[in-house]
Nanobody, 124 residues
Framework: QVQLVESGGGSVQAGDSLRLSCVASGRTFNSMGWFRQAPGKEREFVAAITWGGGATRYADSVKGRFSISRDAAKNTVHLQMNSLKPEDTAVYYC???????????????????WGQGTQVTVSS
């Protein structure tokens, strides 16, 4: 069983930065990802990273502004969010993949464990 705990959310102004962190309680050897869900919308992919951190993937809406990184030894994944926009407002979730360590997956079904989420609010 893997438990995930996110932190680092908050309320900021447009153009500001935030760094989200996610710590996994158990050892995982799978890819990890970040998703987000805005009020009234479906949960959507944000970024993913392989277990070793050698490959990443981003949603087009965050490409060039967000950066995902991983410390495998500490079972931690980070999401650095720069140049935040009001449309980035959402609850952000980290997740552990269920398809092994080498891919960067964008579908919710490819993730088996989820954190409780952390709120990010960006005001204009």
């Amino acid at each position: 069983q893997v438990q995930l705990v996110e932190s680092g959310g908050g309320s900021v102004q447009a153009g500001d930065s935030l760094r989200l962190s996610c710590v996994a309680s158990g050892r995982t050897f799978n890819s990890m990802g970040w998703f987000r869900q805005a009020p009234g919308k479906e949960r959507e992919f944000v970024a993913a990273i392989t277990w070793g951190g050698g490959a990443t993937r981003y949603a087009d809406s965050v490409k060039g502004r967000f950066s995902i990184s991983r410390d495998a030894a500490k079972n931690t994944v980070h999401l650095q969010m720069n140049s935040l926009k009001p449309e980035d407002t959402a609850v952000y979730y980290c997740a552990v993949g269920n398809r092994g360590p080498y891919g960067t997956y964008v579908d919710l079904k490819d993730y088996g464990y989820w954190g409780q989420g952390t709120q990010v609010t960006v005001s204009s």
